[in-house]
Nanobody, 123 residues
Framework: QVQLVESGGGLVQAGGSLRLSCAGSGLTFSRYAMGWFRQAPGKERESVAT????????YYADSVKGRFTISRDNIKNTLYLQMNTLKPEDTAAYYCAATVRPWAPDLFQWNYWGQGTQVTVSS
């Protein structure tokens, strides 16, 4: 049974930092591209950052470029998202996901999802 478990969310003031983690089990973690997504109330789920299976290639949404860094540790089967200079508009539930595809621009192309961790940024 595949499980992706996010942690590290919380309440932070604008300008602060948080580091999210996503622990994977039940899958050969190093064979999956991984991604972070977020969904704010009343909005659609959107891609935040993705990383290839090897960690060589990364993608960031324009809204987080220069502030967020995605990384992975294939020995620990863990995905990370370092979030710096947080803004109130970053407030959302953050989800990690895994896909066997090398490139998955559509949400339905992601095979597994975590339950999410809430990030709230106060102004």
């Amino acid at each position: 049974q595949v499980q992706l478990v996010e942690s590290g969310g919380g309440l932070v003031q604008a300008g602060g930092s948080l580091r999210l983690s996503c622990a994977g089990s039940g899958l050969t973690f190093s064979r999956y591209a991984m991604g972070w997504f977020r969904q704010a109330p009343g909005k659609e789920r959107e891609s935040v950052a993705t990383i290839s299976w090897s960690g060589t290639n990364t993608y960031y949404a324009d809204s987080v470029k220069g502030r967020f860094t995605i990384s992975r540790d294939n020995i620990k089967n863990t995905l990370y998202l370092q979030m710096n200079t947080l803004k109130p508009e970053d407030t959302a539930a953050y989800y990690c996901a895994a896909t066997v595809r090398p490139w998955a621009p559509d949400l339905f192309q992601w095979n597994y999802w975590g339950q999410g961790t809430q990030v709230t940024v106060s102004s």
